[in-house]
């Protein structure tokens, strides 16, 4: 598991650069499919937590580390 934080940044492409989620395995398909669920779930009201966003990245073999909690604070 990786917990990674990010400030406020305007769309997910720079999200994905600034935290250099790339260097640490998350593929940018992953995240970019990730953030924008978790966007409609959040404007629909069903998130608790707004805080967190968890990724499970199936896309990477299970030897590598494949989930990843990103703070969203």
Do not use: H, W
């Amino acid at each position: 598991m990786i917990l990674l934080s990010f400030r406020t940044i305007d769309s997910v492409n720079d999200i994905y650069d600034e935290l250099q989620l790339s260097e640490i395995g998350l593929s940018k398909e992953a995240f970019i499919t990730a953030y924008s669920g978790y966007q409609k779930i959040l404007s629909e009201g069903k998130i608790e937590n707004k805080d967190y966003i968890t990724i499970c990245d199936f896309t990477q073999p299970s030897t590598n580390p494949r989930l990843y909690v990103i703070d969203l604070k």
